[in-house]
């Protein structure tokens, strides 16, 4: 008997996961089908692994890295102007190049030479990243897949790799989520084919240049900033991309989805320039085809180039300067000034970015960091060497920004940046004090996790007037407080004034310190 009961719990049990397992199953991926309108692709929910990931790396890595001038140099090379950004570049080109070089010949200089996909995949997983990816194409119409809408691709010309393809597998094998950058929604009118100084006849090259159009087309769709893509207008029509731009663009992004699933799929601005269903069917296709592979998809956009809730807002260089209730992305750069290797690039420190990653993660944000290989696919030193410094402050403190959420307020202190979608909220020539703090906690809520962005002297006290019996943490029941990576026991006390905390005598690292509050 007692066999036969055995037995009944054994199938009872088997039955039970069984149902769970399919209850689970069905919760986390129920079937959706998205159309291509947007209603229907407003239904998409932000996934759950990037709202835990916060920090991500792209690189701009491409044929301009070889003149070290800036990712604009295709275009920047073949414009004539006495003031304005980039009017040094073509009296560069012709004084170091001559005007019979052109764009194209400098295809063959992007070797990629030392570029070692594995070995870039195991740095950025070291520097604590979660997701991972090249820009797929800039705005030079040249491709770094095995394109077969566009010849001008990296199989065929230059490294004669596939180099978003390496990076997939690499990346993946990683453990970490692949990314992939689009900006040649920009392609428009991006080469004055109509100046006369463009060799349009060169033999292979005939079409790399692009449809010619209008002389007043690029800047007709400029709106209030030369590189910000911001447009609050109707394009005229005979600006307007024509049916081959659109579908060219449109199935660029396809090979890339179908061939490589990334996972984050980010776009440049512009997008305002393809009429909306096709964007609306881009989209689409993306998202049914996560739904096809069963996991879980993000795609971002700036300004205002799709619909609100149709993907993850990102603002270039900028952030929100409070808590959202949205999720959000900021795209930015480890240097200054600079989204492609120059010799001469100004970096960040990385406290600073460590700083950023922190700010953006109070509020509701993730962070996309961009770097900058050189053409023959090395990874400078010092940008090697501060992921890697990064990556260290993240194995110890990375609880306080990996899988947390926004606490009811982002934090306070007195250094504040303003909102803005695009550039000047970097933080040049910001210093963050003792007393700017930022908060997160954790999903279950019973931590608090407060990060103090810049390190105090020892012994020093502070009050945080956030839990004051008139604060939004007013009702907070701390149980104890610790500093991570420190062994040292912490003074506090919460009172009507607030939570004081004393900071250890001897400080854990050199970037900024997380205090972690129990509740």
């Known amino acids: 008997m007692r066999f036969y009961i055995l037995l009944l719990i054994a199938i009872l049990g088997i039955s039970c996961k069984s149902d769970e397992k399919n209850q689970n199953t069905a919760t986390s991926r129920p079937s959706v089908t998205y159309e291509a309108n947007w209603e229907s692709l407003k239904q998409h929910k932000t996934p759950e692994w990037f709202l835990d990931a916060k920090f991500g790396i792209y690189f701009h890595w491409g044929v301009y890295s070889y003149m070290g001038k800036g990712e604009w140099y295709s275009r920047q090379m073949y414009e004539v102007k006495d003031e304005g950004w980039g009017k040094d570049i073509r009296p560069h080109h012709l004084e170091t190049y001559g005007e019979d070089v052109h764009y194209h010949d400098f295809i063959d200089k992007f070797t990629a030479k030392h570029f070692d996909a594995t070995e870039w995949a195991k740095l950025f997983k070291a520097s604590g990243a979660k997701y991972v990816g090249p820009v797929a194409e800039h705005c030079d119409n040249f491709s770094n897949w095995d394109s077969k809408v566009n010849k001008y691709n990296t199989v065929n010309y230059g490294p004669k790799r596939d180099i978003v393809g390496e990076l997939e597998k690499a990346i993946k094998a990683e453990g970490l989520k692949f990314v992939a950058t689009f900006h040649h929604s920009w392609e428009w009118g991006w080469y004055n084919t109509w100046s006369g100084l463009i060799d349009t006849t060169a033999v292979g090259f005939e079409d790399f240049y692009g449809e010619r159009t209008l002389p007043e087309t690029f800047h007709s769709l400029k709106g209030g900033h030369e590189a910000s893509g911001q447009f609050t207008g109707k394009i005229n029509p005979k600006y307007a ?76 260089k900028g952030r929100f300067d409070e808590k959202t209730d949205f999720p959000w992305l900021t795209d930015d750069s480890y240097a200054w000034a600079g989204w492609s290797w120059r010799k001469d690039l100004r970096l960040k420190t990385p406290t600073i ?167």
């Open 241 to 316: 991309p024509s049916q081959k731009f659109i579908d060219t663009w449109k199935t660029k992004i396809y090979e890339v989805v179908d061939t490589y699933q990334p996972d984050l799929l980010w776009f440049d601005s512009r997008l305002f320039v393809l009429p909306e269903k096709d964007r609306q069917e881009m989209v689409a296709h993306y998202y049914n085809k996560g739904e096809a592979w069963n996991k879980p998809v993000v795609l971002t956009y700036k300004n205002n180039d799709l619909a609100k809730g149709v993907g993850v807002l990102d603002l270039e």
């Open 353 to 519: 970015i460590i700083q950023e990653l922190v700010d953006i993660s109070s509020k509701n944000g993730c962070l996309l960091l961009n770097i900058t290989p050189t053409h023959d696919g090395k990874i400078p030193e010092k940008q090697r060497e501060g992921l890697l410094e990064i990556g260290k402050w993240l194995d110890v403190n990375g609880e306080a920004v990996y899988e947390t959420r926004p606490y009811v307020t982002y934090g306070e202190g007195g250094t504040k940046l303003k909102k803005n979608h695009f550039g000047g909220v970097q933080g040049d020539g910001v210093t963050y004090k003792t007393t700017d703090f930022r908060f997160t906690q954790n999903k279950s809520k019973d931590v608090i996790y407060i990060t103090q962005l810049a390190i105090p002297k020892p012994g020093a006290t502070f009050l945080l007037k956030t839990f004051a019996s008139d604060g939004v943490g007013a009702d907070e029941n701390i149980t104890s407080v610790e500093v991570i990576g420190s062994n040292e026991a912490i003074t506090w006390s919460k009172t009507n004034e607030g939570l004081t905390l004393k900071a250890p005598n001897t400080v854990p690292n050199e970037h900024v310190l997380v205090y972690k509050v129990h509740l």
